[in-house]
Structures are given as C-alpha cells and as structure tokens.
C-alpha cells in the first residue's frame, strides 16, 4: 500500500509491503462552506452568546487582535478583513488596531512570514508585533489563579479597550482542542506564565490530551486566564483537509469556543474498529513540521489508535531542526523515557520541557521510530537508535517481526486526524 503523506512543502510518499492489515486513515471534516464571506459576516453580526462585534467596539478608541503564529494554517488573511472592517465602521482608527502574533514560546514572525501570516495588503498598513514571553516587562502582572498560575499578559494587548482572539479549532496535545483561550495562554503570556500550566502538575492528568474538554483542568485553567485577561471576543473556524472553512464560531469566548469544539468533534472524529499494532504518521507539514519540537504532536496523536506496546513512526521534515535552544539541550541530554520523567517531576519547570514530557509519556508506552531529516543523529539523544537516516529504512524497522496480518494504519495529516480506536473511546 502507498500514501502520500504531507512533509515539507511538497510531501512524501509511504510504502508499506503486502502481508499487513494495513488502512489509510485520512482527516475527516464537514465540506467546505459554499459561500465563506457570508459566513463570516453573518457570524460578527449576529454571534454567539453576545452583542454583534461593531456593538461591542462602539464608543472604543483601540482594540488588539490575536492571532495565530506561523506554525499554524490559520486562515487569517480570510478571516481578519471582515474584523477590521468592523472595527474601523465603529469608529476605531487604523492607528488605534495593534495585530499581536501569539508566538508562546516559540519565535517572534520574520517580515516574510508576517506577510504570509497576514497578507501583504494588512502586513503594510496595520501594526503587527510579535509576543514575546521572555520579556517579562512587557507584560501586565494580573494576579493569580485560583490553582495559584501567576498570569502575566503581554501588556499591548491589555493597554487596548478591546481584546479580540482569531484562531481555528482542531484536536490539541494537552489542551484537547486549539482556538479560542489559547491565544491569550499561552499565546501571549510569558513564560513564568507558560512554565506553570505547562509543569507535570497539567502535563501528568490524563484528561489533558486531545479531543479532552470536560474536566480538562488545563481547559478549565486557561478559561480563568483568559477572563482575567479580559477575553472579549473570539473567531474561529473549521477547516477542511485542504484548509478551506468549514464552520465559523464567533462571539463570547467560552460559548463560541464550546459550539465549534462540538461541531469538530461531530463532524471530524474518525473511529477504528479496533486499536492497530503500527501507526506511520506525520507531522502535518509544512508548517507544523518544521521543528522536532512540532512533530511531538503526530506523535501523541496517533497513541490514540494504537494498541499498548504497539509501535508509531513519525516521518516529519524537521527542516528548522530540533526547536528551541533549550528544547535542543534538553533533548541532547536524555538518556531514557523514565529517568527524564523523574527528573523533571518536582524540579524547576525550564522551558519547552513540557513536550519532551509528552514524548517521554508516549514513549514509555508505544515503540517509537522517527524519520527527521532535519535533525542529526547528535541531536537526537537516545532517540538515535530509533532514528533512521531514509524513509525506507524507518518503515522496515517498524514493521520488522509484526506478524502476517497485522493491523498498520497509514495517517498523512498526522496530528490534523482527530481519531479514535473504539477501545479508546470506551475507556474514555
């Protein structure tokens, strides 16, 4: 059997031999919408849960939007001109609209993509910055948590009247699904901020993981940040595999947000008969494989179709390399699943340890094999005996001593393929 599986920008094909069980499992999504202008406008001026936009931003001199960074497909350049048509008929200026790029962690947007992220028409006229959560100082302290998170917020947003996120839903590592909350924390927080809802503490509960909402603590946490934060108003949409819209959820944060989980999960959800020995995924491409960091993501996703023990090969890019220099450090260091889990489990949280914790987490329950061309053996830790410098070469040793009939499942979009082994959805 082969699939072409998206890598990079122009993706890869994956060839399995005959002999197995073997299943393509793609990204399953409700059509695209027929007329995607019209959504949009209907849904700002007549949202969920609250007074249409132009209401909201009547009387008010600024306003901040939110967005997502580079690794993510947003369709912004689609989805932010109805916003700022809005805003500017209620009288907000141009001057008077600052587009913060929610990085997290990760680095701020070069000109290049500012415009790919964007547009070139919005990159030239509007303020576009990107959040940086290393600068303590440029981010307003609001206070605490009832779970005792200190919530720092990039100041540039708070200094505005108006506080508007603009994302897009789909299944999340730890926090179930994206969108919404996530582009306040940890968008634009900083990192003593980020550090702490991304300790062992949320890392370690069961429930934060894909497709998780109710009794996530780590959902519940960010929804406090982001009220604290003044959330006043998001956007976000559904996308199809080849990132047309699917479905627009605009209004207040936590019923808009709620509406297009459930619309994700009814329309999106793809279900096994069964859990399978082998999972050959990806890292979705470009963008999202641009970093071994990112590809922790096909990963986690995929041990939702495996058997315990079973085994994940994860083919992505890497053409950025490992990640952060922290995460890199840290990487380079380990020198097993467990040993790592025990030394971060009280220790101080350092930045971007929380996806090595995932991986670890996995890896102490599946085999894992990885196809990173980008990365070194070197740069790989123990990992590299896993590692394999062709694509070949990492499908044979994943499937090496499967029996005749084994079940492989063949996953191209990687973490954009909300799935589920009936097991699992019964255990959950």
């Given at each position: 059997m082969k699939a072409h599986f998206s890598f990079g920008k122009s993706g890869i094909d994956?060839?399995?031999?005959?002999?197995?069980?073997?299943?393509?499992?793609?990204?399953?999504?409700?059509?695209a919408l027929d007329?995607?202008?019209a959504a949009l406008n209907a849904a700002l001026d007549a949202p969920i849960g609250c007074p249409p936009l132009a209401a909201l931003a009547a009387g008010k001199k600024t306003a901040a939007i939110s967005v997502c960074d580079i690794t993510r497909p947003a369709p912004n350049r689609r989805t932010l001109p109805p916003i700022l048509d809005r805003l500017h008929r209620a009288g907000i200026p141009v001057e008077g609209i600052t587009i913060l790029i929610a990085t997290g962690l990760h680095r701020g947007a070069s000109e290049d993509e500012i415009v790919t992220i964007v547009g070139p028409e919005i990159a030239a006229k509007y303020r576009i910055v990107s959040h940086d959560a290393k600068a303590l100082a440029?981010?307003?302290?609001?206070?605490?948590?009832?779970?005792?998170?200190?919530?720092?917020?990039?100041?540039?947003?708070?200094a505005t009247d108006l506080h508007i996120t603009l994302g897009f839903i789909e299944q999340h590592l730890?926090?179930?699904?994206?969108?919404?909350?996530?582009?306040?924390?940890?968008?634009?927080?900083?990192?003593?901020?980020?550090?702490?809802?991304h300790s062992p503490r949320f890392m370690r509960e069961p429930l934060a993981t894909e497709g998780s909402i109710d009794a996530n603590p780590l959902h519940a946490e960010l929804l406090e940040i982001a009220r604290m934060a003044r959330h006043d108003f998001m956007l976000d949409v559904a996308l199809t595999q080849d990132r047309m819209i699917s479905g627009v959820f605009a209004g207040d944060p936590v019923q808009a947000h709620a509406a297009g989980v459930a619309f994700v999960e009814q329309t999106c959800l793809e279900r096994?008969?069964?859990?399978?020995?082998?999972?050959?995924?990806?890292?979705?491409?470009?963008?999202?494989?641009?970093?071994?960091?990112?590809c922790v993501k096909g990963i986690t996703a995929a041990a939702h179709m495996v058997k315990p023990g079973g085994r994940i090969l994860i083919v992505a890019q890497c053409a950025e390399g490992v990640g952060s220099p922290e995460f890199a450090r840290r990487l380079a260091a380990m020198k097993d699943y467990r040993s790592f889990l025990d030394e971060i489990r009280s220790?101080?949280?350092?930045?971007?340890?929380?996806?090595?914790?995932?991986?670890?987490?996995?890896?102490?329950?599946?085999?894992?094999y990885f196809?990173?061309?980008g990365v070194t053996?070197?740069?790989?830790?123990?990992?590299?005996?896993?590692?394999f410098s062709t694509l070949g070469e990492a499908v044979a040793a994943t499937l090496a001593g499967l029996p005749a009939g084994a079940r492989v499942a063949l996953v191209p979009e990687g973490p954009y393929t909300f799935a589920r082994a009936e097991d699992a959805l019964a255990a959950g």
């Open positions: 994956v060839s399995i031999p005959d002999g197995f069980r073997s299943q393509v499992i793609m990204s399953r999504t409700a059509r007329d995607e202008n440029e981010h307003l302290f609001l206070g605490e948590t009832g779970r005792g998170t200190p919530v720092y917020i990039d100041e540039r947003f708070m730890m926090l179930g699904f994206s969108g919404g909350r996530k582009l306040i924390a940890p968008g634009l927080a900083a990192q003593e901020t980020i550090k702490v809802i096994l008969e069964e859990p399978v020995d082998a999972v050959i995924t990806s890292s979705a491409g470009y963008p999202l494989d641009l970093t071994f960091y990112q220790a101080p949280v350092e930045i971007d340890q929380w996806q090595l914790e995932k991986l670890a987490l996995a890896g102490e329950r599946f085999d894992l196809f990173t061309p053996k070197g740069q790989l830790g123990f990992l590299a005996e896993s590692a």
